[in-house]
């Protein structure tokens, strides 16, 4: 009698688990299109970003020569032109991530002065876990 019972539980189990499954539909044919949809986009927006990038490096490099080694300047160019995006995921075209084609802009307030140190104090910390 136990043995029948056992049985039929898994029996039961598995058809549960079969109809879950059955429930959960892979989306191949979405993904396909959107990996797609990636791709002719990356073979537009990749060069685009690679020659922005390539000219801000230059143009970074010229900026610290000219202002004879002052790496603020050439940093104001170079944060911005290299930093970003480099690829388009799925992820982005969906709207679940961003598109950067800009890297974040550097700013000497947020970086210190030239010798790594800033010059506004750290905040204060309150309210932490073990306060």
């Known amino acids: 009698m136990w043995r029948r019972t056992v049985v039929a539980m898994a029996v039961?189990?598995?058809m549960a688990r079969a109809a879950m499954?059955?429930?959960?539909?892979?989306?191949?044919?979405?993904?396909?299109?959107?990996g797609l949809l990636a791709v002719v986009c990356n073979v537009f927006y990749?060069?685009?970003?690679?020659v922005y990038s390539t000219v801000?490096?230059?143009?970074?490099?010229?900026?610290?020569?000219?202002?004879?080694?002052?790496?603020?300047?050439?940093?104001r160019v170079w944060s911005p032109s290299v930093g970003g995006s480099y690829v388009v995921t799925p992820a982005m075209l969906r709207g679940d991530e961003p598109?950067?084609?800009n890297g974040v802009s550097y700013s000497s307030e947020e970086h210190g002065s030239a010798?790594?140190?800033?010059s506004e104090p750290l905040p204060?910390?309150?309210?932490?876990p073990h306060e």
């Open 124 to 128: 204060a910390r309150s309210g932490g």
């Open 12 to 14: 039961v189990a598995v």
């Open 115 to 118: 010798a790594g140190v800033s």
């Open 21 to 34: 499954a059955a429930d959960e539909e892979p989306h191949y044919w979405s993904d396909a299109g959107w």
């Open 99 to 101: 598109i950067l084609f």
């Open 56 to 75: 801000g490096t230059v143009t970074g490099g010229l900026a610290y020569v000219v202002t004879v080694g002052d790496d603020e300047v050439a940093q």
């Open 46 to 50: 990749m060069p685009v970003k690679i």
